[in-house]
């Protein structure tokens, strides 16, 4: 059995496409097009960013500036054994520096409350009064 090409220094995937139910009415290019968006953290994933590993700025959300992705927190080892040069470049700043390329797309268009958001109906107690 071969395990599949991955990062040994984290756990599992970063970050996922957290997919939205109003995406399935869209058609198939575009749902591809938002499939392939990552970005949701883990909970144990501190933070993740597509940065400049020379400034360790964040790249622009602009979908064309390539920036190195870079993520910390319990996801990811504290460090290599007995390797003070490997850690010293692999977590400058604080980060884990992947070494995958990666950029940020441009945000989200925003959703329009008439379209997107509902009233909760009032809720019932038990005994029949309404409560919200």
Do not use: I
Request: proline residues 11%; charged residues 25%.
């Amino acid at each position: 059995m071969r395990a599949p090409p991955g990062l040994t220094e984290t756990y599992g995937p970063a970050v996922v496409c957290e997919w939205k139910p109003e995406w399935r009415a869209l058609g198939a290019a575009e749902q591809a097009k938002l499939r392939s968006r990552q970005g949701v953290n883990y909970h144990a994933l501190e933070d993740l960013q597509v940065m400049d590993p020379e400034t360790m700025t964040p790249a622009p959300a602009d979908g064309k500036t390539l920036g190195e992705v870079m993520m910390r927190g319990n996801m990811v080892m504290k460090g290599y054994l007995d390797n003070d040069a490997a850690n010293a470049k692999d977590f400058a700043g604080g980060w884990y520096h992947s070494g995958d390329l990666g950029v940020r797309p441009p945000p989200a268009p925003a959703r329009t409350p008439a379209l997107h958001a509902r009233a909760a109906p009032p809720r019932r107690s038990r005994r029949g009064a309404a409560r919200r």
